[in-house]
């Protein structure tokens, strides 16, 4: 995996984060808000498709990184945030530029947790299995 490789999984994660939610446009939030009876089985088979993307990011995050790794990448992007109100970059009174913000990171959070594994290969030359056991 290069750093093609990196980015997809990195765009595939924030997609799906975007597509769940986003401020200002179509989502499957505001799909359900603006008419839940409307198109149910539409909604529903975007829902589960969804939550199919979410249970492969979240299970790989966790199986590459662990708790441990997700907060500390949280806490990496909680410190960029805090250099970025600090320079007044960002300003926390702009609600909408806030929900980006944390939209972002979730993405970003998840990105990283599926390309780990693949990243820390290149870098250590190790690799991580799964418990063929479990």
Not at 39 to 63: E, H, N, Q, W
Not at 64 to 73: A, E, P
Request: charged share 15%.
């Amino acid at each position: 995996m290069g750093p093609l490789g990196f980015f997809l999984r990195l765009g595939f994660a924030i997609v799906l984060v975007l597509a769940t939610y986003n401020p200002v446009g179509p989502s499957l939030y505001h799909w359900f808000r603006d008419g839940f009876e409307t198109d149910l089985p539409l909604k529903a088979l975007a829902s589960v498709v969804m939550l199919i993307g979410y249970v492969i990011c979240v299970r790989a995050t966790f199986r590459s990184i662990g708790v441990i790794g997700v907060l500390l990448v949280a806490a990496l992007i909680g410190a960029i945030m805090w250099v970025l109100f600090d320079y007044q970059i960002l300003t926390p009174e702009d609600p909408g530029l806030m929900q980006w913000v944390v939209l972002l990171g979730v993405g970003l959070v998840l990105g990283i947790g599926l390309s780990w594994s693949h990243v820390r290969r290149q870098l250590s030359g190790q690799m991580d299995t799964d418990d063929v056991d479990e």
